[in-house]
DNA sequence: TGATTTCGATACGCTTGAGTTTCGCAACGC
DNA sequence: GCGTTGCGAAACTCAAGCGTATCGAAATCA
């Protein structure tokens, strides 16, 4: 494989480059298909290859087993953090990030992606680092941050945990999103409710401090 | 297939009797590799029966295909809830309970089967409703009667929502067990810690009531 | 123009597993 | 003993999908 030089200085390869969109149209078939309940083990290349409209070849030539293209395909995800506007109060801002969570969840595709994650995340470590480090993470540090300025305000409990905090709204938002909308959709205001009952143990105590 | 009466007057086809002890076996083998981190998808009838030491025949006689035998064979874990003794306080009850799901979630062969139930619920719906009504709802309903009765004795407030406190409840170990452990396991007194920060909200506000 | 590489398409050999059938034996009631 | 049904084992057909190879066309650079 001939490397020669482009204007830039950048070494490439001669001969036909690689089609980006090739490469876009197979991470968003991958993504489509998941997004449809094809589960990884059912996943096939065969699948991703003729919804994308491209050779197998062609998937082969970029990443060599399956998992690499999953991971590949989650990574590609920008999560939406619509980060909580820092004009508001502690009790909005919360609200506005549990709501997020609840669209979410009750969309099909990200509830898809998202029990992937976390079901196939058993057997793919390197999967779920992924989706930590590119959905869980940024999350915890929006909330942490919204948590670390109510306390300085006083909105909130000095000593409270903020990593038991994020446990706490996102945990419980989840529950409620995967083992109790069986007979009715999540109520409008699931995520005030959730927050402000929250707030009730995270808020100073009157008469102490 | 001709009918005979036994003694009791209870029917039983003629011919050798279907094998107990090979049901259970088909059963056991299906759990175990489950158990084991194998997906619904990847499971082969023919490993479990390889595994019970069965024919597949012997299989197919009583499920017509998998996902029947997988819902049989979920339906078939007894939940081992003990309930939280009625002496204890609430705050010791839910310190139980909660140690309960965080050892059930330590172990990969819980893992993978709750794993299973929450990820294949979403294209299994009768998988989902199986799950829910043997493994959720009886500890549903064992924490709504700790919090029942921590309304009537003044341990909480009497206002207190027993869905939202099951869902904070458990919701937040979940989390935790979920996303909180990659480096550390959970540490020794995450239920206390996780019910102390609950009970913050749950008890009545003094000068309240 | 020629060398090189990628493109989509198609074909190929191979493995896995589904679901069925057949076999000889075992367990039951009569 | 006889009829019936279940048993495990094995063989079978069939389909899906893997990973590779080959094709002619297209894209890029020297």
Redesign the interface.
């Known amino acids: 494989m001939k490397m020669q030089q482009t204007a830039e200085g950048v070494a490439r390869p001669a001969g036909r480059p690689r089609s980006e969109k090739a490469e876009k149209a197979i991470i968003d078939a991958t993504l489509d298909l998941i997004g449809e309940?094809i589960?990884v083990?059912?996943l096939s290349i065969e699948a991703i290859a003729a919804r994308a409209g491209v050779g197998k070849t062609t998937i082969y030539r970029r990443w060599s087993n399956k998992e690499d293209l999953v991971v590949d395909a989650m990574a590609s995800l920008k999560p939406p953090i619509p980060l909580p506007e820092q004009g508001a109060s502690v009790r909005d801002a919360l609200v506005t990030y549990l709501r997020v969570i609840r669209d979410e969840s009750s969309q099909?595709r990200t509830?898809?992606i998202m029990?992937?994650a976390?079901?196939?995340a058993?057997?793919h470590p390197r999967l779920a680092?992924r989706f930590?480090e590119i959905a869980?993470e940024p999350r915890r540090r929006a909330v942490a941050a919204v948590i670390q300025r109510g306390i300085e305000t006083g909105e909130l409990r000095p000593d409270l945990?903020a990593?038991?905090a994020m446990?706490?709204l996102?945990?419980?938002?989840?529950?409620?999103m995967?083992?109790?909308h069986?007979d009715r959709q999540p109520s409008d205001d699931l995520a005030e409710?959730?927050v402000d009952?929250?707030?009730?143990?995270?808020r100073p105590?009157?008469?102490e401090d």
Chains 1, 2 share one sequence.
Request: charged content about 30%; glycine content about 12%.
């Open positions: 309940g589960g083990a059912e099909v509830r898809c029990n992937i976390m079901s196939d058993e057997r680092e930590r869980v945990d990593e038991m446990a706490i996102s945990g419980t938002m989840m529950w409620h995967k083992w109790a069986q409710r959730i009952e929250a707030l009730k143990g995270f105590r009157p008469g």
